[in-house]
């Protein structure tokens, strides 16, 4: 009986011992991934300054994790500030320099591409990005790999829009110094083109220089400026073109020397972008989800008949 009670006993400390290691490492653990910070974005403007923001991967984990691969991978290093409107926002990361430029696959992956490198019958041109397949070789492309097409990596690519009307939770307002997403809105063509704008956006963003009601819930915010709310506010400040509002009725809009008309609010010297680094403080946010691009002109030609092959 006296061993049985001393088995008991040597059980009951084992069992506590191996309690208190479990619920310490819980503790433990917990405490780790509570102090991980948010990632923080470091902006050089040339000629302006610095602008640090904090991104909000619970807020927009998606678009956090794309605005990331993209600037961690040079892309938005010596782009522009291509739109400029005070009291509204500063719009820039498009490589066209216009608002018309979309991100390629290549873009987010091109300082590692070797990490998604696979082997297809002798060759070596193929990367496994987020699931699908690409390459750069075009030969390659529009063949398949186990049920999958493979793409031309200078594929471009949008995202998700993450917002409350494209049915995420992401209730981050847009006030000023938020930084959120420019996307595309087709809903003035067709009320059925609606989904296709909320997941247009690519590479462009904007920082709020006021508080606006109207964005939020339509626009992804993903974070918000904690230093250099100063430069923000130089950048919306420099001479455009024109505003809207300064054409007269029947007064057309100024032509650059194409003879293509110039948006209104773009910037005579676009502000330039020196660089963007994303401090991730040790944390993988991986690549993002990617939707393919709508094709409008396609679209368009459809509802005249026009049907592609």
């Given amino acids: 009986m006296k061993t049985y009670t001393k088995i008991l006993l040597i059980i009951g400390i084992i069992l506590s011992i191996v309690g208190i290691t479990f619920v310490s490492y819980g503790f433990y653990k917990k405490l780790t991934l509570k102090d991980i910070p948010n990632p923080v974005a470091t902006m050089e403007i040339e000629d302006y300054g610095t602008i640090k923001i904090e991104l909000y991967p619970d807020k927009a984990q998606n678009t956090v994790a794309n605005f990331i691969a993209l600037a961690n991978n040079g892309f938005y290093n010596d782009l522009t500030f291509h739109r400029t409107i005070p009291d509204f926002m500063i719009?820039?990361?498009?490589?066209?320099?216009?608002?018309?430029?979309?991100?390629?696959?290549?873009?987010?992956?091109?300082?590692?591409?070797?990490?998604?490198?696979?082997?297809?019958?002798?060759?070596?041109?193929?990367?496994?990005?987020?699931?699908?397949?690409?390459?750069?070789?075009?030969?390659?492309?529009?063949?398949?790999?186990?049920?999958?097409?493979?793409?031309?990596?200078?594929?471009?690519?949008?995202?998700?829009?993450?917002?409350?009307?494209?049915?995420?939770?992401?209730?981050?307002?847009?006030?000023?110094?938020?930084?959120?997403m420019a996307r595309t809105d087709y809903s003035y063509i067709s009320s059925s083109l609606t989904t296709y704008g909320y997941n247009s956006a690519g590479s462009q963003f904007f920082i709020m220089t006021d508080d606006n009601t109207s964005l939020n819930g339509v626009y992804a915010g993903f974070g918000k400026v904690i230093e250099g709310m100063d430069v923000v506010e130089k950048v919306s400040k420099v001479e455009v073109y024109y505003r809207d509002s300064e054409l007269k009725e029947g007064e057309e809009a100024p032509k650059d020397k194409d003879g293509e008309t110039i948006a209104s609010d773009t910037p005579k010297k676009a502000p330039k972008i020196k660089s963007v680094s994303v401090e991730t403080y040790g944390v993988d946010y991986g690549i993002p989800k990617t939707v393919e691009p709508f094709d409008y002109t396609s679209w368009l030609m459809e509802q005249y008949g026009y049907v592609s092959e």
């Fill in 91 to 180: 719009q820039g990361g498009d490589k066209a320099g216009n608002g018309s430029g979309s991100p390629t696959i290549l873009d987010l992956v091109k300082n590692n591409l070797d990490n998604y490198k696979v082997k297809l019958g002798g060759q070596d041109e193929i990367y496994k990005i987020a699931g699908n397949y690409y390459t750069t070789n075009s030969s390659l492309a529009n063949t398949e790999l186990k049920g999958h097409t493979i793409l031309d990596i200078n594929t471009e690519y949008n995202i998700p829009g993450e917002f409350i009307a494209n049915n995420y939770t992401n209730t981050l307002k847009h006030d000023a110094g938020v930084i959120s």
